[in-house]
Structure formats: C-alpha cells, structure tokens
C-alpha cells in the first residue's frame, strides 16, 4: 500500500495563520504570497499533513497565485486536543474545518479570483463548504470518498481488511487510531475512522451528521466551479467508478474527468500520492497551474477525457 512519502528540506510557508471555525476549533496552516494570481486553498487528504503539499504551494505561487494550506482539526498544527476527546467526521473536516478556511481566503482577498484544490477525501470535504459556492475554478486529484466496492479489483481485498476491518478495530479500543504509530501517515480522530470504514454507495446515508441526508446530499451542488478531476490509472483508490460517484454530486460545475496513465509521463507508477512529490514538477504540476490561473487544459496535456453522461 502507498503511502505518502514526506519530501526532505520542506519549504517553510511564509506566513502563518489561525482561523476560529464556527464551533471555535483553531485552524491552523500556512501562506504562500503569489503575484496578483487567484488565491488557491489546497485541502489535503485524509491523515496527511498540509506541509506535504508544501512545495507545491510554493511552485504554485511562483506562478503567480497566492496559496494556502492548512491542517483539519486533529491533524498536524490544528491537534488542539487529544485525539481520544475529539470525535471529528469527514462532515466536520468540510463543513467547519474546509469552510473556516475558504471563508478567511475570501474575505482577505476579496477582489482576487478564489479556486481550490481537493487531495483524495480533500476534494470531497472542500464541496461540502458554504463557501464553496464562490469558487471559480477546482482541481482535484484522486478524489472519492472511499466506498470499498469502487477500490481497485485487484486490490480491493487487502484494502477492505485493512481500512475497513483493521482501522476500525484499533479505533475501539484506543479511542482514535495511531496511524503515526503504525507508519500509516498520520493519527486520525475517531469520527473520521467511522466514516471510513463504514462508508457505502451515497455517502449522506453513511456518515453522522445533524444535516439531514438530502440536505447533506445537495450541499456540493451549489459548487459552481470548473472542476477538473484528474485521476490516475494506477491509484487503487480512485478508479473511474470511485471519480465519477463523487463527481455526481457536483451537479452545479463544470466537470472535466482526465485520467493520466504513468505511460503517459514515462514512469513507471504515480498512485494516490506522488502527484504532489516535486519529481514532478515539469510535467504534472503544470496541469493544476493551467487549470487554475487560466482556466484550461494544455493542448498537449498528458492523459485522456473520460466522456461524462450528459445529465448529472
């Protein structure tokens, strides 16, 4: 199983910032000052620290936009507590955490262009934000939401028992789970856990949340971005099927589903993760950069459209 790799000499933001949620949780992560571009939040994956995207968020702001990253309630700079006294879910992660954020880069840069871009369950919990609805254009990279029945075929077994057995297991006894401890990227708070593991084909069915489900359901829907979702061949968690269930809530964008092979770059594997290793800078990173300050893709783009029913 992948796992991300931390990069040695990570760059260091040059700004740091907090911002209260609407429950008064502290959100906390970093600024990359760009020239005049859009602003960009970047929403990372489950159990993975924001300075991991962090020179990425620095090559993106040397082409001119403005970035931020920052850690959901209970990862990196935003554990506040300990994780046995924090339930946090994925809901919370985007409807306080993801919204906390977005809101601040909004009001801050009020005149600037704002955009995102969702790492695996980052491109689902940027959607479930209020202010998702002022976002004009969306990258996402491996997103789903993790419904084992999508995962890879060949892999589907060994992921089920680990994610969906093992991980939740572990959570009952310990309250959270140790994923630091286990080299599993990072500890995760308990909801979380429980979203996870227990997630089916419609995900407003699935988690715990005060929303009521159809409420939960339409919330992506007021996202009018173009969104361009890039999938990778060989991510295990991604496949088409797991892109294209997410991507039907997005029913109010304008959606792009490309998936880049490693043939297609001349390497020989990219997975959940390695899209935002610097390695690839000179050929994948430039795709987010196009979507993002100029709303297209590169004519010689890597990779293929995967055609979309007509109606949501």
Known sequence: ????????????????????????YPIRGGIWQGNGGPVVVIHAATAVRARYYARFAAWLAGQGATVLTFDYRGIGESRSI??????????????????AVLAY?????????????????????????????????????GA?????RDFAADQRRGMYLKWHLFMPAVTRVLGYFPGARLGWLEDV?????????????????????????????????????????IG?????????????????????????????APADIGVPEIGHFAFFHN?????????AADWLLKGRLAEDAPGRIVPRPAHP
């Open 144 to 148: 789903q939401f993790a419904y084992w």
């Open 82 to 99: 300990p994780l046995r006294h924090l339930p946090a879910g994925w809901i919370d992660w985007g409807i306080l955490d993801a919204e």
């Open 105 to 141: 880069a909004a009001g801050r840069w009020p005149d600037r262009a704002l955009c995102a871009v969702g790492h695996s369950i980052g491109g689902f919990a940027l959607g479930l934000a209020e202010s998702a609805a002022r976002l004009e254009r969306v990258v996402t990279v």
């Open 189 to 229: 708070p308990r909801g979380v856990v429980r979203d996870w593991s227990g997630m089916g084909p419609r995900f407003e069915h699935s988690v715990v949340s005060a929303l009521d489900p159809v409420a939960l359901a339409l919330r992506h829907g007021t996202t009018r971005a173009r969104l361009l979702a």
């Open 279 to 287: 390695r690839f800078e000179g050929n994948l990173w430039p795709l």
């Open 1 to 24: 199983m992948q796992t991300a790799e931390h990069e040695t000499r990570p760059t260091i933001a040059e700004e740091r910032f907090e911002v209260p949620a609407r429950d008064g």
């Open 232 to 260: 990778l061949t060989d991510d295990p968690f991604c496949t088409e099927a797991a892109a294209e269930r997410l991507l039907g809530y997005y029913t109010g964008a304008e959606r792009t589903h490309w998936r880049i």
